[in-house]
């Protein structure tokens, strides 16, 4: 495991109770559970970065395909900017718990990407 991935695991877990527990408390989207998404979408940025700053040094190759590491990128990266507007146009208390299902789902991403990267993340 990559200290990227552990970062990544506390970032998705905490995002993700921080949206439940609003979803609870709240009847409109929270702004923790915003700054919580953004803290998602940061950690991907970061992310994205240090993965193509590791792919031009050629420290470590791609064990897998490469169209499909950067898709998934990709994909994460849009995921939380997707259910931020989301959520902007639904201002409704299930708008938090829409928020909270990005940090699982980015969670699966990164793990995938990771295997995708080594060949097995444990």
Excluded: K
């Excluded at 990544?8 to 949206?19: E, K, L, R």
């Amino acid at each position: 495991m990559t200290l990227m991935f552990l970062v990544g695991a506390v970032v998705c877990a905490g995002s993700t109770v921080i949206c439940w527990v609003m979803t609870a408390l709240r009847n409109h989207p929270a702004d923790s559970s915003i700054i919580s998404l953004a803290a998602v979408e940061l950690y991907l940025l970061f992310y994205g970065v240090y993965a193509a700053v590791r792919q031009m040094g050629f420290a470590a190759s791609i064990a897998g395909e490469g169209w499909e590491f950067w898709g998934y990128v990709l994909t994460a990266l849009l995921l939380p900017v997707g259910v931020f507007v989301w959520a902007m146009v639904d201002r409704t208390r299930w708008s938090n718990l829409v928020m909270g299902f990005v940090g699982p789902v980015v969670f699966v991403m990164v793990y995938r990407m990771e295997e995708i990267w080594w060949g097995s993340v444990l």
